[in-house]
């Protein structure tokens, strides 16, 4: 059987291999976790789906290789068995020459002429994933040097001419670390600031340590700095009261049943209530629930809300689909469901891929007001702060105090109007100060 590189969404092209959970010769079973990948948005292991012997690994650990590229082959157990030693695939010499791909409506694997039509295909440089929508350029430079996807793709988005980079990898071919070592334009320079040579320059040798950006960190770098760029932003906020959601809150969990050991079915946070406020006021208006797309504007029946939950190395938003239909008891299960599985590396692209808006609370660490920047192609993103306790004046001229929180959304001009954003988040507020409304 042979194991693919897995596809995790429409516009994901590869993955890199992080290392390999079995060795060559080892007796797999289904369930059993082969090796963990990165893509340019996630982590996630890939467990087997089978049981046999891991009689070959094509893919190393470090390496790139396209979706539906082969990385290994379990047997069935019930021949011979290659040692260890043998059992790594050695690398395929490049083909001399090509032939052009044909246009396909679909992303698919494009193979070198010297496989069988129906044999398995071998991974090779000339193995790649084309997409009608994104074009990086060739994957052979004049002088027949082989560039990887990966490699294409970030020369594009950097404006690097890869006839500059010099190839380290198998063959030569120009990989992913010798476009961040290639010569920068000018223009690319003038725009994204100084290279890290010039940065490196202005501090003493020794005195600082590199982390080399990992595909979580360089995806949010990428496109927050689109989103700053080309969204046109602008603000709204407000304070909200909240005395009456924290005793809602309060009294849902001190009434939440318990099983045997004493445990509770569920525990609300505030963020769980302002999930549900948010997916119902997008159903108020909703004018407001629909991204940007280009040349058009997308508008959708259903709340998918993008929660951003801070994971190890980086930033990852999940989506709860039809949040306006779940109680807030199941939205608080459901976020508690994906954030362990993002955390354990087994999210699926429908986990985190879409959504109409997006939700950034930092009130647990103690923020009381902040902008977040819209994650596209979404059309608005809420920031919450912590609750607070400030003097009010009362109806007779006395001062009490009273629970507050500020929330502050962030709109993408193009779809929004200032007075459509306001009256979402007046929607908001009014569902978080008369919180029983949200049960009903």
Same mark, same amino acid.
């Given at each position: 059987?042979?194991?693919?590189m897995?596809?995790?969404? #429409?516009?994901?092209?590869?993955?890199?291999?992080?290392?390999?959970f079995?060795?060559?010769?080892?007796?797999?079973?289904?369930?059993?976790?082969?090796?963990?990948?990165?893509?340019?948005? !996630?982590?996630?292991?890939?467990?087997?789906?089978?049981? /046999?012997?891991?009689?070959?690994?094509? !893919?190393?650990?470090?390496? !790139?290789?396209?979706?539906?590229?082969?990385? *290994?082959?379990?047997?069935?157990?019930?021949?011979?068995?290659p040692?260890?030693?043998?059992?790594?695939?050695?690398?395929?010499?490049?083909? =001399?020459?090509?032939?052009a791909? *044909?246009?396909?409506?679909?992303?698919?694997?494009?193979?070198?002429?010297?496989?069988?039509?129906?044999?398995?295909?071998?991974?090779?440089?000339?193995?790649?994933?084309?997409?009608?929508?994104?074009?990086?350029?060739?994957?052979?430079?004049?002088?027949?040097?082989?560039?990887?996807?990966? +490699?294409?793709?970030?020369?594009?988005?950097?404006?690097?001419?890869?006839? &500059?980079?010099?190839?380290?990898?198998?063959?030569?071919r120009?990989?992913?670390r010798? %476009?961040?070592?290639?010569?920068?334009?000018?223009?690319?320079?003038?725009? #994204?600031?100084?290279?890290?040579?010039? $940065?490196?320059?202005?501090?003493a040798?020794?005195?600082?340590?590199?982390?080399?950006?990992?595909?979580?960190?360089?995806?949010?770098? *990428?496109?927050?700095?689109?989103?700053?760029?080309?969204?046109p932003?602008?603000?709204?906020?407000?304070?909200?009261?909240?005395? &009456?959601l924290?005793?809602?809150?309060?009294?849902?969990?001190?009434?939440?049943?318990?099983d045997?050991?004493?445990?509770?079915?569920?525990?609300?946070?505030?963020?769980?209530?302002v999930?549900?406020?948010?997916?119902?006021?997008l159903?108020? !208006?909703?004018?407001?629930?629909?991204?940007?797309?280009g040349?058009?504007?997308?508008r959708?029946?259903?709340?998918?809300?993008g929660?951003?939950?801070?994971?190890? /190395?980086?930033?990852?938003?999940?989506?709860?689909?039809?949040? #306006?239909?779940?109680?807030?008891?199941? $939205?608080?299960?459901? $976020?508690?469901?994906?954030?362990?599985? =993002?955390?354990?590396?087994?999210?699926?692209?429908?986990?985190?891929? /879409?959504g109409?808006?997006?939700?950034?609370?930092? /009130?647990?660490?103690? %923020?009381?007001?902040?902008t977040a920047?819209?994650?596209p192609?979404? +059309?608005?993103?809420?920031?919450?702060?912590?609750?607070?306790?400030?003097?009010?004046?009362?109806?007779?001229?006395g001062?009490?105090?009273?629970?507050?929180?500020?929330?502050?959304?962030?709109?993408?001009?193009?779809?929004?109007?200032?007075?459509?954003?306001? #009256?979402?988040?007046?929607?908001?507020?009014?569902?978080?100060?008369?919180?029983?409304?949200?049960l009903?």
């Amino acid at each position: 059987m042979d194991v693919l590189m897995p596809q995790l969404g #429409e516009t994901v092209a590869e993955g890199k291999i992080i290392k390999w959970f079995k060795s060559a010769g080892d007796q797999v079973g289904p369930g059993d976790n082969l090796f963990e990948i990165e893509t340019d948005k !996630v982590s996630m292991e890939v467990p087997s789906t089978t049981t /046999g012997v891991l009689a070959e690994i094509r !893919v190393a650990a470090g390496d !790139v290789a396209p979706v539906g590229a082969i990385v *290994a082959v379990i047997a069935d157990g019930s021949g011979p068995q290659p040692s260890k030693a043998a059992a790594v695939a050695p690398p395929v010499p490049p083909v =001399a020459k090509k032939p052009a791909p *044909a246009p396909v409506p679909t992303a698919v694997a494009e193979i070198a002429p010297s496989r069988q039509q129906n044999g398995p295909i071998q991974l090779d440089p000339f193995f790649e994933v084309r997409t009608p929508a994104r074009n990086y350029g060739p994957a052979r430079l004049p002088d027949g040097t082989f560039v990887t996807p990966l +490699a294409r793709r970030l020369a594009a988005e950097a404006g690097i001419d890869l006839s &500059r980079a010099t190839g380290s990898g198998p063959h030569g071919r120009i990989v992913a670390r010798d %476009v961040e070592s290639a010569p920068r334009p000018v223009h690319t320079a003038l725009t #994204e600031g100084p290279s890290a040579a010039e $940065i490196k320059a202005l501090y003493a040798e020794g005195s600082y340590e590199e982390i080399p950006l990992d595909g979580m960190r360089r995806t949010i770098a *990428a496109r927050l700095t689109q989103a700053i760029q080309t969204i046109p932003h602008f603000y709204l906020t407000t304070d909200i009261a909240v005395d &009456r959601l924290i005793a809602l809150r309060e009294e849902a969990n001190a009434s939440a049943p318990k099983d045997k050991d004493g445990n509770t079915a569920f525990k609300l946070s505030l963020n769980d209530f302002v999930i549900r406020a948010l997916a119902l006021a997008l159903q108020r !208006v909703p004018e407001a629930n629909a991204v940007w797309a280009g040349d058009r504007i997308l508008r959708f029946a259903h709340s998918d809300i993008g929660v951003a939950v801070a994971l190890d /190395g980086g930033l990852l938003t999940l989506v709860l689909r039809s949040a #306006e239909t779940k109680s807030v008891s199941a $939205i608080s299960a459901e $976020i508690k469901d994906l954030s362990a599985r =993002a955390r354990d590396k087994k999210l699926k692209p429908a986990d985190y891929q /879409g959504g109409s808006s997006a939700i950034s609370n930092l /009130g647990m660490y103690g %923020v009381s007001e902040f902008t977040a920047i819209i994650n596209p192609p979404h +059309a608005t993103i809420l920031a919450v702060g912590a609750a607070r306790r400030q003097a009010v004046e009362k109806d007779d001229g006395g001062v009490a105090f009273a629970g507050f929180l500020t929330a502050t959304l962030s709109c993408d001009h193009r779809v929004l109007d200032g007075a459509t954003g306001a #009256e979402v988040l007046a929607a908001i507020k009014d569902y978080l100060e008369m919180p029983v409304t949200m049960l009903v």
